[in-house]
Protein backbone atom coordinates (compact mmCIF):
# COMPACT_ATOMS: atom_id res chain seq x y z
CA UNK A 1 0.00 0.00 0.00
CA UNK A 2 1.35 3.55 -0.41
CA UNK A 3 2.07 5.65 2.17
CA UNK A 4 -0.44 8.18 2.08
CA UNK A 5 -2.24 10.59 4.41
CA UNK A 6 -5.73 11.62 4.60
CA UNK A 7 -8.30 14.13 6.16
CA UNK A 8 -11.80 12.69 8.09
CA UNK A 9 -14.20 15.43 7.28
CA UNK A 10 -18.27 14.81 6.55
CA UNK A 11 -19.84 17.20 3.68
CA UNK A 12 -22.40 18.36 5.58
CA UNK A 13 -18.93 19.67 8.13
CA UNK A 14 -18.60 22.04 5.42
CA UNK A 15 -18.52 26.10 5.20
CA UNK A 16 -21.15 27.47 3.13
CA UNK A 17 -24.14 29.65 3.38
CA UNK A 18 -27.16 27.84 3.84
CA UNK A 19 -27.65 25.90 7.24
CA UNK A 20 -25.16 22.79 6.40
CA UNK A 21 -22.59 21.87 3.96
CA UNK A 22 -23.17 20.87 0.51
CA UNK A 23 -21.23 20.48 -3.41
CA UNK A 24 -20.83 23.89 -3.59
CA UNK A 25 -17.70 25.41 -4.15
CA UNK A 26 -16.57 25.14 -0.37
CA UNK A 27 -15.61 22.12 -1.19
CA UNK A 28 -13.54 22.50 -4.01
CA UNK A 29 -11.99 25.40 -1.88
CA UNK A 30 -11.31 22.64 1.28
CA UNK A 31 -10.10 20.16 -1.82
CA UNK A 32 -7.17 22.97 -2.62
CA UNK A 33 -6.99 22.98 1.09
CA UNK A 34 -5.88 18.88 0.72
CA UNK A 35 -4.07 19.21 -1.68
CA UNK A 36 -1.17 22.27 -0.58
CA UNK A 37 -1.11 20.37 2.57
CA UNK A 38 0.06 17.24 0.84
CA UNK A 39 -3.02 14.97 1.55
CA UNK A 40 -4.02 12.11 -0.34
CA UNK A 41 -7.31 11.40 1.09
CA UNK A 42 -10.42 13.05 1.76
CA UNK A 43 -12.35 10.27 3.61
CA UNK A 44 -16.46 11.07 3.95
CA UNK A 45 -18.99 10.00 5.98
CA UNK A 46 -22.38 7.99 4.07
CA UNK A 47 -23.72 10.06 1.47
CA UNK A 48 -27.46 8.89 2.02
CA UNK A 49 -30.74 10.34 3.66
CA UNK A 50 -30.55 11.12 7.63
CA UNK A 51 -33.03 9.51 10.35
CA UNK A 52 -34.73 11.65 13.03
CA UNK A 53 -31.88 11.55 15.21
CA UNK A 54 -29.86 12.98 11.60
CA UNK A 55 -27.80 9.78 11.56
CA UNK A 56 -26.45 8.61 8.31
CA UNK A 57 -26.10 5.41 9.15
CA UNK A 58 -30.09 5.05 9.55
CA UNK A 59 -31.28 5.74 5.93
CA UNK A 60 -34.26 5.44 4.02
CA UNK A 61 -32.10 4.47 0.87
CA UNK A 62 -28.58 2.78 0.89
CA UNK A 63 -28.52 4.13 -3.17
CA UNK A 64 -30.32 7.22 -2.57
CA UNK A 65 -28.23 10.95 -1.63
CA UNK A 66 -28.99 13.50 0.88
CA UNK A 67 -31.29 16.36 -0.40
CA UNK A 68 -29.25 18.60 2.11
CA UNK A 69 -26.36 18.33 0.09
CA UNK A 70 -28.05 20.18 -3.26
CA UNK A 71 -26.01 23.16 -3.60
CA UNK A 72 -28.32 25.89 -3.96
CA UNK A 73 -26.38 28.39 -5.62
CA UNK A 74 -26.10 26.07 -8.43
CA UNK A 75 -29.56 26.00 -8.61
CA UNK A 76 -29.57 30.02 -8.10
CA UNK A 77 -27.08 30.06 -11.57
CA UNK A 78 -29.08 27.55 -13.71
CA UNK A 79 -32.31 29.51 -13.03
CA UNK A 80 -33.98 27.69 -10.90
CA UNK A 81 -34.01 29.73 -7.64
CA UNK A 82 -34.58 33.53 -7.24
CA UNK A 83 -32.55 36.25 -5.44
CA UNK A 84 -35.22 36.49 -2.36
CA UNK A 85 -35.74 32.61 -2.57
CA UNK A 86 -31.70 31.68 -2.23
CA UNK A 87 -31.77 34.93 0.78
CA UNK A 88 -34.75 33.23 2.47
CA UNK A 89 -32.38 30.02 2.78
CA UNK A 90 -29.53 31.63 4.50
CA UNK A 91 -28.71 29.99 8.12
CA UNK A 92 -28.24 32.06 10.99
CA UNK A 93 -25.60 29.91 12.48
CA UNK A 94 -22.32 28.97 10.61
CA UNK A 95 -20.97 26.89 13.32
CA UNK A 96 -23.65 24.01 13.20
CA UNK A 97 -25.84 22.44 10.94
CA UNK A 98 -29.25 23.39 11.33
CA UNK A 99 -31.30 20.55 11.14
CA UNK A 100 -34.62 21.67 12.72
CA UNK A 101 -34.57 24.50 10.14
CA UNK A 102 -33.49 22.14 7.16
CA UNK A 103 -36.42 19.99 8.15
CA UNK A 104 -39.14 22.65 7.77
CA UNK A 105 -38.03 24.71 4.53
CA UNK A 106 -35.45 23.11 2.43
CA UNK A 107 -37.54 20.45 0.74
CA UNK A 108 -39.91 23.38 0.11
CA UNK A 109 -37.54 25.50 -1.70
CA UNK A 110 -36.37 22.35 -4.08
CA UNK A 111 -39.83 21.42 -5.21
CA UNK A 112 -40.04 25.05 -6.24
CA UNK A 113 -36.79 24.64 -8.07
CA UNK A 114 -37.71 21.38 -9.99
CA UNK A 115 -40.91 22.97 -11.18
CA UNK A 116 -39.20 25.29 -13.02
CA UNK A 117 -37.25 22.49 -15.21
CA UNK A 118 -38.37 22.94 -18.62
CA UNK A 119 -36.64 20.07 -20.28
CA UNK A 120 -37.33 17.73 -18.26
CA UNK A 121 -35.67 14.33 -20.62
CA UNK A 122 -32.21 14.47 -19.27
CA UNK A 123 -33.39 13.83 -15.56
CA UNK A 124 -35.49 11.17 -16.53
CA UNK A 125 -32.91 9.37 -18.44
CA UNK A 126 -30.67 9.74 -15.59
CA UNK A 127 -33.28 8.05 -13.25
CA UNK A 128 -34.48 5.43 -15.78
CA UNK A 129 -30.65 4.47 -15.63
CA UNK A 130 -30.22 3.67 -12.13
CA UNK A 131 -33.37 1.66 -11.31
CA UNK A 132 -32.23 1.63 -7.23
CA UNK A 133 -32.65 5.66 -7.80
CA UNK A 134 -36.12 5.15 -9.53
CA UNK A 135 -37.43 2.73 -6.57
CA UNK A 136 -36.07 5.41 -4.13
CA UNK A 137 -37.75 8.24 -5.49
CA UNK A 138 -41.16 6.52 -5.86
CA UNK A 139 -40.83 5.41 -2.29
CA UNK A 140 -40.29 8.61 -1.15
CA UNK A 141 -43.59 9.92 -2.91
CA UNK A 142 -45.34 7.36 -1.30
CA UNK A 143 -44.11 8.23 1.75
CA UNK A 144 -45.49 12.06 1.16
CA UNK A 145 -48.67 10.37 0.16
CA UNK A 146 -49.00 8.70 3.29
CA UNK A 147 -48.06 11.57 5.70
CA UNK A 148 -44.44 10.30 6.40
CA UNK A 149 -45.76 7.24 7.87
CA UNK A 150 -43.02 3.63 7.66
CA UNK A 151 -43.95 1.67 4.42
CA UNK A 152 -45.44 -1.43 6.68
CA UNK A 153 -48.45 1.54 7.37
CA UNK A 154 -49.11 2.92 4.45
CA UNK A 155 -53.04 3.32 3.31
CA UNK A 156 -52.47 4.48 -0.07
CA UNK A 157 -50.42 3.43 -2.97
CA UNK A 158 -51.07 6.38 -5.14
CA UNK A 159 -48.63 9.98 -5.44
CA UNK A 160 -48.12 12.98 -6.60
CA UNK A 161 -46.62 13.40 -9.94
CA UNK A 162 -45.16 16.48 -9.05
CA UNK A 163 -43.40 15.16 -6.12
CA UNK A 164 -42.72 12.20 -7.94
CA UNK A 165 -40.36 14.08 -10.07
CA UNK A 166 -39.14 16.81 -7.20
CA UNK A 167 -37.19 13.33 -6.28
CA UNK A 168 -36.17 12.67 -9.21
CA UNK A 169 -34.37 15.93 -9.77
CA UNK A 170 -33.04 15.92 -6.19
CA UNK A 171 -31.56 12.77 -6.96
CA UNK A 172 -29.63 14.18 -10.69
CA UNK A 173 -28.48 17.30 -9.22
CA UNK A 174 -27.10 15.24 -5.98
CA UNK A 175 -25.09 13.25 -8.39
CA UNK A 176 -24.25 15.57 -11.03
CA UNK A 177 -23.10 18.26 -8.12
CA UNK A 178 -21.20 15.58 -6.42
CA UNK A 179 -19.49 14.33 -10.00
CA UNK A 180 -18.50 17.56 -10.55
CA UNK A 181 -16.58 17.53 -7.02
CA UNK A 182 -15.46 14.32 -7.77
CA UNK A 183 -13.63 14.96 -10.33
CA UNK A 184 -12.30 18.53 -9.35
CA UNK A 185 -10.72 16.25 -7.00
CA UNK A 186 -9.24 13.72 -8.87
CA UNK A 187 -7.54 17.02 -11.31
CA UNK A 188 -5.89 17.55 -8.02
CA UNK A 189 -4.84 14.29 -6.90
CA UNK A 190 -6.99 13.43 -4.02
CA UNK A 191 -9.05 10.56 -3.67
CA UNK A 192 -12.35 10.36 -1.54
CA UNK A 193 -13.50 7.92 0.58
CA UNK A 194 -16.84 7.04 1.14
CA UNK A 195 -18.82 4.77 3.76
CA UNK A 196 -21.25 1.68 4.08
CA UNK A 197 -23.46 1.31 6.55
CA UNK A 198 -23.09 -2.37 6.95
CA UNK A 199 -27.19 -2.47 8.06
CA UNK A 200 -30.11 -0.28 6.05
CA UNK A 201 -33.15 0.77 8.15
CA UNK A 202 -36.52 -0.89 8.25
CA UNK A 203 -38.32 2.16 7.03
CA UNK A 204 -36.37 1.99 4.03
CA UNK A 205 -36.73 1.61 0.11
CA UNK A 206 -34.19 -0.83 0.61
CA UNK A 207 -36.31 -3.47 2.72
CA UNK A 208 -39.74 -1.88 1.24
CA UNK A 209 -38.97 -3.16 -2.48
CA UNK A 210 -36.71 -6.46 -1.47
CA UNK A 211 -38.57 -7.90 1.99
CA UNK A 212 -36.93 -11.35 1.10
CA UNK A 213 -33.78 -10.32 1.34
CA UNK A 214 -34.52 -10.05 4.91
CA UNK A 215 -35.58 -11.52 8.49
CA UNK A 216 -39.35 -10.59 8.49
CA UNK A 217 -42.27 -12.44 9.85
CA UNK A 218 -45.77 -11.92 7.90
CA UNK A 219 -46.49 -8.90 8.88
CA UNK A 220 -43.37 -7.44 7.64
CA UNK A 221 -41.84 -6.63 11.26
CA UNK A 222 -38.64 -8.02 11.72
CA UNK A 223 -37.84 -11.16 14.34
CA UNK A 224 -34.65 -9.88 15.03
CA UNK A 225 -32.66 -6.50 14.60
CA UNK A 226 -28.78 -5.60 14.91
CA UNK A 227 -26.68 -4.21 17.31
CA UNK A 228 -23.41 -4.51 19.03
CA UNK A 229 -22.51 -6.10 22.30
CA UNK A 230 -21.66 -4.11 25.84
CA UNK A 231 -17.76 -2.46 24.54
CA UNK A 232 -15.59 0.81 25.55
CA UNK A 233 -18.69 2.99 24.07
CA UNK A 234 -21.26 1.50 25.85
CA UNK A 235 -21.97 -0.80 29.07
CA UNK A 236 -25.19 -2.06 27.62
CA UNK A 237 -24.45 -2.47 24.18
CA UNK A 238 -25.79 -0.74 21.03
CA UNK A 239 -29.14 -1.37 19.97
CA UNK A 240 -29.68 -0.21 16.35
CA UNK A 241 -32.61 -1.55 15.80
CA UNK A 242 -31.86 -2.26 12.10
CA UNK A 243 -33.42 -5.31 10.10
CA UNK A 244 -31.39 -8.64 9.70
CA UNK A 245 -30.09 -9.82 6.18
CA UNK A 246 -31.15 -12.90 5.44
CA UNK A 247 -28.22 -14.36 4.38
CA UNK A 248 -29.50 -17.89 3.28
CA UNK A 249 -31.90 -16.16 0.12
CA UNK A 250 -29.04 -13.32 -0.55
CA UNK A 251 -26.95 -16.66 -1.54
CA UNK A 252 -29.42 -17.69 -4.17
CA UNK A 253 -28.68 -14.86 -6.73
CA UNK A 254 -24.95 -14.64 -5.34
CA UNK A 255 -25.47 -11.50 -3.38
CA UNK A 256 -26.90 -9.43 -6.40
CA UNK A 257 -28.36 -6.62 -3.77
CA UNK A 258 -24.68 -6.38 -2.32
CA UNK A 259 -22.82 -6.29 -5.63
CA UNK A 260 -25.31 -3.51 -6.53
CA UNK A 261 -24.36 -1.89 -3.26
CA UNK A 262 -20.91 -1.69 -3.57
CA UNK A 263 -20.51 -0.74 -7.58
CA UNK A 264 -23.07 2.16 -6.72
CA UNK A 265 -20.82 2.70 -4.13
CA UNK A 266 -17.22 2.43 -6.34
CA UNK A 267 -18.59 4.35 -9.21
CA UNK A 268 -18.97 7.60 -7.05
CA UNK A 269 -15.67 6.92 -4.87
CA UNK A 270 -12.16 6.02 -5.28
CA UNK A 271 -12.52 3.92 -2.45
CA UNK A 272 -14.96 2.92 0.88
CA UNK A 273 -14.77 2.09 4.31
CA UNK A 274 -17.12 -0.84 4.94
CA UNK A 275 -18.64 -0.58 8.16
CA UNK A 276 -18.64 -3.12 10.92
CA UNK A 277 -16.96 -5.66 8.88
CA UNK A 278 -16.63 -7.86 11.67
CA UNK A 279 -20.60 -8.35 10.62
CA UNK A 280 -19.93 -10.28 8.07
CA UNK A 281 -18.00 -12.91 9.68
CA UNK A 282 -20.52 -13.05 12.63
CA UNK A 283 -23.00 -10.83 13.89
CA UNK A 284 -25.08 -9.64 16.99
CA UNK A 285 -28.49 -10.95 16.48
CA UNK A 286 -30.72 -9.21 19.53
CA UNK A 287 -34.61 -10.52 19.69
CA UNK A 288 -37.34 -8.39 18.26
CA UNK A 289 -38.54 -6.78 21.39
CA UNK A 290 -35.32 -6.79 23.37
CA UNK A 291 -35.31 -4.09 26.58
CA UNK A 292 -31.18 -3.89 25.61
CA UNK A 293 -28.25 -5.57 23.76
CA UNK A 294 -27.23 -7.83 26.08
CA UNK A 295 -30.19 -9.79 25.29
CA UNK A 296 -28.48 -10.78 21.99
CA UNK A 297 -26.06 -13.91 20.74
CA UNK A 298 -23.54 -14.24 17.89
CA UNK A 299 -24.91 -15.59 14.52
CA UNK A 300 -23.04 -16.77 11.74
CA UNK A 301 -22.64 -14.42 8.21
CA UNK A 302 -21.58 -14.95 4.96
CA UNK A 303 -18.11 -15.02 5.76
CA UNK A 304 -15.77 -15.37 2.67
CA UNK A 305 -18.18 -15.47 -0.06
CA UNK A 306 -19.57 -12.09 0.16
CA UNK A 307 -15.60 -10.56 0.23
CA UNK A 308 -15.26 -12.65 -2.73
CA UNK A 309 -18.16 -11.25 -4.68
CA UNK A 310 -17.16 -7.60 -2.47
CA UNK A 311 -13.78 -7.86 -4.27
CA UNK A 312 -15.31 -9.25 -7.49
CA UNK A 313 -17.21 -5.95 -8.02
CA UNK A 314 -15.17 -3.13 -6.73
CA UNK A 315 -12.30 -3.06 -9.39
CA UNK A 316 -9.27 -1.55 -8.39
CA UNK A 317 -11.12 0.61 -5.53
CA UNK A 318 -9.89 0.71 -2.20
CA UNK A 319 -11.87 -1.11 0.80
CA UNK A 320 -11.45 -0.56 4.15
CA UNK A 321 -13.06 -3.09 6.73
CA UNK A 322 -13.85 -0.99 10.10
CA UNK A 323 -12.51 -3.62 12.65
CA UNK A 324 -13.06 -2.52 15.67
CA UNK A 325 -15.07 -3.62 18.74
CA UNK A 326 -14.70 -7.59 19.58
CA UNK A 327 -12.56 -8.97 17.63
CA UNK A 328 -12.28 -12.76 17.51
CA UNK A 329 -9.07 -14.70 16.14
CA UNK A 330 -12.66 -16.02 13.27
CA UNK A 331 -12.69 -12.33 12.30
CA UNK A 332 -8.77 -11.76 12.22
CA UNK A 333 -8.74 -15.11 10.01
CA UNK A 334 -11.31 -13.38 7.57
CA UNK A 335 -9.66 -10.21 7.10
CA UNK A 336 -6.25 -11.78 6.80
CA UNK A 337 -8.12 -13.70 4.12
CA UNK A 338 -9.71 -10.50 2.27
CA UNK A 339 -6.46 -8.90 2.04
CA UNK A 340 -8.60 -5.59 2.89
CA UNK A 341 -6.62 -2.84 4.96
CA UNK A 342 -7.99 -3.05 8.77
CA UNK A 343 -8.44 0.15 10.66
CA UNK A 344 -6.31 1.67 13.73
CA UNK A 345 -7.44 4.05 16.30
CA UNK A 346 -4.92 5.92 18.47
CA UNK A 347 -7.43 6.40 21.13
CA UNK A 348 -7.83 2.72 21.99
CA UNK A 349 -4.05 2.30 21.78
CA UNK A 350 -3.65 2.95 25.81
CA UNK A 351 -5.97 0.78 27.48
CA UNK A 352 -3.89 -1.18 29.13
CA UNK A 353 -2.49 -4.13 26.75
CA UNK A 354 0.89 -3.81 24.93
CA UNK A 355 0.05 -5.40 22.32
CA UNK A 356 -2.98 -3.80 21.37
CA UNK A 357 -2.63 -2.72 17.43
CA UNK A 358 -3.42 -0.02 18.09
CA UNK A 359 -0.37 1.61 19.37
CA UNK A 360 1.57 3.11 16.76
CA UNK A 361 4.55 0.83 16.94
CA UNK A 362 2.45 -2.63 15.96
CA UNK A 363 0.98 -0.93 13.19
CA UNK A 364 1.25 -2.80 9.58
CA UNK A 365 1.93 -0.99 6.38
CA UNK A 366 -1.87 -2.54 5.35
CA UNK A 367 -4.10 -0.64 7.66
CA UNK A 368 -5.36 2.58 7.68
CA UNK A 369 -4.26 4.73 11.14
CA UNK A 370 -6.57 6.92 12.97
CA UNK A 371 -6.15 9.60 15.57
CA UNK A 372 -9.89 8.99 16.16
CA UNK A 373 -12.77 8.68 14.12
CA UNK A 374 -16.36 10.30 13.65
CA UNK A 375 -17.21 7.88 16.89
CA UNK A 376 -14.39 9.32 18.85
CA UNK A 377 -13.94 12.40 21.33
CA UNK A 378 -11.30 14.91 19.50
CA UNK A 379 -7.43 13.95 20.24
CA UNK A 380 -7.85 17.55 22.42
CA UNK A 381 -10.75 15.78 24.41
CA UNK A 382 -9.53 12.52 24.44
CA UNK A 383 -6.24 13.33 26.00
CA UNK A 384 -8.06 15.93 28.59
CA UNK A 385 -9.99 12.83 29.76
CA UNK A 386 -7.55 10.42 30.24
CA UNK A 387 -6.19 9.89 33.87
CA UNK A 388 -2.97 11.83 35.07
CA UNK A 389 -1.20 8.34 34.21
CA UNK A 390 -2.45 7.42 31.27
CA UNK A 391 -1.75 11.05 29.88
CA UNK A 392 1.59 10.90 30.88
CA UNK A 393 3.00 7.64 29.16
CA UNK A 394 1.03 8.37 26.16
CA UNK A 395 2.77 11.78 26.07
CA UNK A 396 5.88 10.09 26.68
CA UNK A 397 5.21 7.46 24.21
CA UNK A 398 5.20 10.32 21.93
CA UNK A 399 7.95 12.32 22.22
CA UNK A 400 6.05 15.06 23.72
CA UNK A 401 8.81 17.27 26.08
CA UNK A 402 6.61 20.11 26.94
CA UNK A 403 5.10 19.28 30.31
CA UNK A 404 1.94 21.51 28.84
CA UNK A 405 0.00 18.53 27.50
CA UNK A 406 -2.72 20.63 25.90
CA UNK A 407 -0.64 21.17 22.84
CA UNK A 408 -0.03 16.78 22.97
CA UNK A 409 -2.43 16.65 20.00
CA UNK A 410 0.62 17.84 17.96
CA UNK A 411 3.30 15.18 19.32
CA UNK A 412 -0.05 12.71 18.78
CA UNK A 413 -0.23 13.42 14.82
CA UNK A 414 3.47 13.49 14.57
CA UNK A 415 3.59 9.95 15.54
CA UNK A 416 0.79 8.69 13.68
CA UNK A 417 2.83 10.77 10.45
CA UNK A 418 5.87 8.44 11.52
CA UNK A 419 4.30 5.42 12.12
CA UNK A 420 4.40 2.35 9.18
CA UNK A 421 0.61 2.55 8.50
CA UNK A 422 0.08 2.54 5.04
CA UNK A 423 -2.28 5.48 5.01
CA UNK A 424 -2.97 7.84 8.20
CA UNK A 425 -6.25 9.98 8.40
CA UNK A 426 -6.83 12.73 11.06
CA UNK A 427 -10.76 14.38 11.80
CA UNK A 428 -10.78 17.95 10.47
CA UNK A 429 -11.17 18.65 14.19
CA UNK A 430 -7.21 17.33 15.19
CA UNK A 431 -5.92 19.27 12.65
CA UNK A 432 -7.38 22.37 14.20
CA UNK A 433 -6.67 20.61 18.09
CA UNK A 434 -10.14 21.78 19.20
CA UNK A 435 -11.94 20.11 21.81
CA UNK A 436 -14.92 17.58 22.86
CA UNK A 437 -17.71 20.50 22.25
CA UNK A 438 -16.62 19.77 18.63
CA UNK A 439 -16.86 16.62 18.25
CA UNK A 440 -19.48 15.08 15.89
CA UNK A 441 -21.26 11.83 17.29
CA UNK A 442 -21.50 10.08 21.00
CA UNK A 443 -22.24 6.58 20.22
CA UNK A 444 -25.66 5.69 22.12
CA UNK A 445 -26.78 9.44 22.58
CA UNK A 446 -29.65 9.94 20.55
CA UNK A 447 -29.23 14.07 20.46
CA UNK A 448 -27.06 16.63 19.45
CA UNK A 449 -24.93 14.82 16.84
CA UNK A 450 -23.64 15.60 13.80
CA UNK A 451 -23.42 18.88 13.85
CA UNK A 452 -20.42 20.40 13.73
CA UNK A 453 -19.48 22.69 11.31
CA UNK A 454 -16.07 24.19 10.21
CA UNK A 455 -15.55 27.92 9.02
CA UNK A 456 -13.15 28.99 6.77
CA UNK A 457 -11.46 31.21 8.79
CA UNK A 458 -11.04 28.02 10.88
CA UNK A 459 -9.75 26.51 7.75
CA UNK A 460 -7.53 28.89 6.74
CA UNK A 461 -6.16 29.52 10.36
CA UNK A 462 -4.70 25.72 9.70
CA UNK A 463 -0.59 25.85 9.04
CA UNK A 464 -0.41 24.03 5.52
CA UNK A 465 3.10 24.07 5.49
CA UNK A 466 3.72 22.22 9.06
CA UNK A 467 1.12 19.11 7.31
CA UNK A 468 3.13 19.59 3.86
CA UNK A 469 6.36 19.39 5.79
CA UNK A 470 4.90 16.12 8.06
CA UNK A 471 4.04 14.66 4.87
CA UNK A 472 7.47 15.35 2.86
CA UNK A 473 9.26 14.64 6.53
CA UNK A 474 7.78 11.12 6.36
CA UNK A 475 7.36 10.35 2.57
CA UNK A 476 3.29 10.58 2.50
CA UNK A 477 3.47 12.83 -0.62
Given amino acids: MERKSGVLMHISSLNGDYSI??????????????????????????????????SPYKSTSTFGGNLYFVNLDKLFQKGLLTKNELLA???????????????????????????????????????????????????????????????????????????????????????????????????????????????????SCDVWSNKELFKLDKQDIPTSVAGVPPDYFCADGQLWGN????????????????????????GIFDGVRIDHFRGIESFWEIPA?????????????????????IKEECGDALIIAEDLGDITPSVRKLLKKSEFPGMRVFQFAFLGDALSPHLPHNYTSNCIAYTGTHDNNTLLGYIWELSESNRKYMLEYCGHKNEDWRNGSESIIRTMFASH?????????????????????????????????????????????????????????
Avoid at 243 to 266: A, F, G, L, Q, S
Avoid at 449 to 461: A, E, P
Fill in 21 to 54: GSFGDEAKYFIDFLKECGFGYWQVLPFCPIDTCN
Fill in 89 to 203: QRQQNPYTCEFVRLFHTRIAVLLTASKRIKDRQKIEQFISENPYLERFCEFMALKVSNNYKPWYQWDTMEFDQNILFMWKFIQYEFFSQWSEIKKYANKSGIKIIGDIPIYVDLD
Fill in 243 to 266: PIYDWKVMKEDNYKWWRDRINHMT
Fill in 289 to 309: GAATAKEGKWSKGPGMELVDA
Fill in 421 to 477: AGIVIMPIQDLLGYGSDTRLNIPGKPEGNWQYRITQQQLDSIDRKRFRRLNELYSRI
